[in-house]
């Protein structure tokens, strides 16, 4: 991929997710199921159903998707 496509990708993920461009894609730590190994992976953050966040991407090694979970913001309360 050229440094022009990229570009490309991420405006076109950030217009799709509403995630700003310096969290379109970040680099993670997930276990990938058919290495049985912990890798560092390219993701993008993604909402699930449930509220929560997680990273998907792939595997460097062998291509198999990856789905990191990352914790939850809390939310703060405003003094009343």
Same mark, same amino acid.
């Given at each position: 991929?050229?440094?022009?496509?990229?570009?490309?990708?991420?405006?076109?993920?950030?217009?799709?997710?509403?995630?700003?461009?310096?969290?379109?894609?970040?680099?993670?730590? $997930?276990?990938c199921?058919?290495?049985?190994?912990?890798?560092?992976?390219?993701?993008?953050?993604?909402p699930?159903?449930? $509220?929560?966040?997680?990273?998907?991407?792939?595997c460097?090694?062998? $291509?198999?998707?990856?789905?990191?979970?990352?914790?939850?913001?809390?939310?703060?309360?405003?003094?009343?």
């Amino acid at each position: 991929m050229t440094r022009a496509a990229g570009v490309t990708a991420i405006a076109t993920t950030v217009a799709k997710t509403g995630i700003p461009t310096e969290r379109a894609y970040m680099r993670y730590e $997930g276990y990938c199921v058919k290495c049985r190994m912990k890798r560092e992976f390219e993701g993008k953050e993604e909402p699930m159903k449930n $509220g929560g966040l997680a990273a998907k991407g792939t595997c460097p090694a062998c $291509g198999t998707k990856i789905t990191r979970l990352l914790p939850r913001k809390k939310k703060v309360k405003s003094p009343a």
